[in-house]
Nanobody
Framework: VQLVESGGGLVQPGGSLRLSCAAS????????MIWFRQAPGKERELVAS????????NYAGSVKGRFTISRDNAKNTASLQMTSLKPEDTAVYYC????????????????WGQGTQVTVSS
C-alpha cells in the first residue's frame, strides 16, 4: 500500500496550490479519502474528506469555500485544490484513506502518506 502526496511548496498569502495524492495497493474506490494537516505545536486537523464515489464531501470550517477536494477513481488519485491561502494554512498536509468513515477517521486512517509541506508566507 502506498499513498504519495505532491504539490506542496511556498506560496504567498492569497495564492493557490493543488495537492495530489497517488494511491496504490488497495481498492481505492472502497475508501474515503481524507486530507488532514499538522502544523508544528498544533494538533492534527481534518481538512476535507470525500466518499468513495465522490458524491459526499466534508470540509473543516476553516477551509470551507477556499479548498476543494476531488478524486478520480479511474486514476486512483485524490486532489486538494487550495485557494485564497492564508498563513494559518501553513502545515504538513497528509493524504489518508479510511475504510470506515467517522468524524475522527483522520486521527487513525487505515493508510496515509508521508506528507507534503505547504508554507504560506510573504
Amino acid at each position: 500500500v502506498q499513498l504519495v502526496e505532491s504539490g506542496g511548496g511556498l506560496v504567498q498569502p492569497g495564492g493557490s496550490l493543488r495537492l495530489s495524492c497517488a494511491a496504490s495497493g488497495f481498492t481505492f474506490r472502497n475508501y474515503v479519502m481524507i486530507w488532514f494537516r499538522q502544523a508544528p505545536g498544533k494538533e492534527r486537523e481534518l481538512v476535507a474528506s470525500i466518499s468513495g464515489t465522490g458524491g459526499t464531501t466534508n470540509y473543516a470550517g476553516s477551509v470551507k469555500g477556499r479548498f476543494t477536494i476531488s478524486r478520480d477513481n479511474a486514476k486512483n488519485t485524490a486532489s486538494l485544490q487550495m485557494t485564497s491561502l492564508k498563513p494559518e494554512d501553513t502545515a504538513v498536509y497528509y493524504c489518508g484513506a479510511a475504510s470506515i468513515w467517522t468524524t475522527r477517521s483522520y486521527l487513525n486512517p487505515d493508510y496515509w502518506g508521508q506528507g507534503t509541506q505547504v508554507t504560506v508566507s510573504s
